[in-house]
């Protein structure tokens, strides 16, 4: 996995001060390393019988949209108010400094729909323990979060359901 971690470039303090951003975009451009990520991925999931991948806004579209085309099933986006042009059910969620709020399309689901969770980064766990609870009240099953990498210092992963998370590379 060191390959792939040295495909993701460091940032120092950004967006602010103090924190090491971790740029995947020097991943996603190099082929080989944006094919072994999603090989590696998809692979935990080929037999697990999936019928949607819910991409989270905005980097979570780029992996859950090439995690669904390898398992052939579909993608759902998941994204900030306005941005959906259906009738939608809405969560807001607290952030350090306020609130944010993520949507999803009313019927994004059929009842009992095996449902992956992708998103690039596990830090906090806020953002995706929301979507966790618009994919669990539109009836879906959570099989799994599963994340490019994980900042473990962070937590996030207490914040999601136990044992369904899966990081292919941790911090």
Do not use: W
Request: glycine residues 8%.
């Amino acid at each position: 996995m060191d390959d792939l971690k040295n495909a993701i470039r460091d940032i120092p303090d950004f967006p602010k001060k103090g924190i090491v951003f971790k740029d995947i975009t020097t991943l996603l451009a190099d082929a080989k390393s944006f094919h072994r990520m999603v090989d590696l991925i998809a692979h935990r999931y080929l037999d697990k019988k999936i019928d949607q991948v819910v991409g989270v806004e905005a980097r979570g579209f780029i992996l859950g949209a090439a995690l669904a085309y390898k398992l052939g099933c579909g993608i759902t986006l998941v994204r900030k108010p306005g941005k959906l042009p259906y009738k939608t059910v809405c969560k807001s969620y607290e952030l350090e400094y306020g609130t944010d709020t993520l949507e999803i399309h009313e019927d994004a689901f059929h009842k009992g729909d095996r449902v992956i969770v992708a998103d690039d980064l596990l830090a906090t766990g806020g953002t995706v323990s929301t979507v966790v609870a618009l994919v669990e009240q539109l009836g879906a099953e959570v099989v799994e979060c599963a994340f490019l990498a994980e900042l473990d210092f962070l937590k996030g992963r207490d914040r999601l359901p136990e044992g369904k998370v899966y990081s292919l590379l941790r911090y």
